[in-house]
């Protein structure tokens, strides 16, 4: 069970942030490999997305002293694009662990986000972060929501919603990583709260094994993407969502 939580916490570290869905890799490869038992739980999945929050306070905390400094008015339009994923995330969290994390499902998201994706790619991109509008942060918020689906990639998605709205590639990246922060914070929370009032018992050291190594792998993953967002598009992370997908219907079918 150590390796598996080493490779999960890789795995959570570096799809978190790359454009190809945590989630559905979190519930797709125990799927694939026959994995059980504690790494194969939600609140597994939400200690590795502890990891994950950590990289992001340690990358970025220079940029959220700067919000609460200087820049409001940036801090304020991110409260204001993080409200929709935090209703939706409240009102139909339940929902979704019940009935969404499926394969079928993910598959379908990989696919039709990929296309979304292709089709940002084609939009001229000139506008720095700097001038973001209100209703810019709205649209990308509302499609921030949409990452509750397992399967979508909530960076992909509002990467993509910020390229849609003409900004450049690497200031889409990063507002979408400013944007995650509460997000991925208050669903820590959330699913902490119910942790503790099941009174359920888990392996500590297990669950602090991936949240290191996820947070470790999340520094890597974000300085990469930062860095190849510069120079490249997101092609090459819609291909592998294609290549992942065609793999899930694959095993279905085997094992239909």
């Known amino acids: 069970m150590v390796l598996q ?15 190809i869905s945590s989630t559905a890799h ?14 194969n739980t939600l609140t597994f999945d939400i200690a590795l997305h502890l990891g994950t929050l950590i990289a ?22 991110i ?40 089709y940002s790619e084609r939009k001229n991109r000139h506008k720095p972060i700097e001038v973001m509008c209100f209703f810019d942060a709205c649209f990308i918020g509302i499609f921030q929501a949409l990452a509750i689906i397992p399967g979508v990639s909530r960076s992909g998605i509002t990467i993509s919603a910020g390229l849609l709205r003409g900004y450049e590639r690497e200031a889409s990246a990063r507002f979408s990583f400013m944007l995650s922060t509460p997000i991925i914070a208050g669903a820590t929370m ?5 942790f503790v009032r099941n009174k359920s018992s888990y392996d500590t050291e297990i669950f602090l094994l991936g949240l290191s190594v996820a947070f470790i792998a999340g520094l890597i993953a974000i300085k990469f993407l930062l860095g190849f967002l510069k120079k490249y598009p997101l092609n090459i992370f819609v291909y592998y969502r294609f290549l992942l997908s065609a793999v899930i219907i694959t095993m279905i079918w085997m094992r239909g």
């Open 79 to 118: 409260i204001i694009a993080s409200l929709p994923a935090g209703l939706v995330g409240f009102a139909l969290n339940d929902f979704v662990e019940l009935h969404l994390r499926e394969p079928s499902i993910i598959c379908l998201s990989l696919i039709l986000i990929g296309i979304v994706m292709l």
């Open 26 to 39: 979190l519930v797709v490869v125990p799927w694939l490999f026959g994995w059980s038992g504690e790494i």
């Open 56 to 77: 992001l306070v340690v990358c970025f905390y220079k940029d959220w002293i700067n919000l609460f400094v200087i820049n409001r008015r940036l801090l304020f339009l």
């Open 190 to 194: 959330l699913h902490t709260l119910k």
């Open 5 to 19: 939580s080493i490779i999960l916490g890789i795995i959570q570290g570096v799809t978190e942030f790359l454009p």
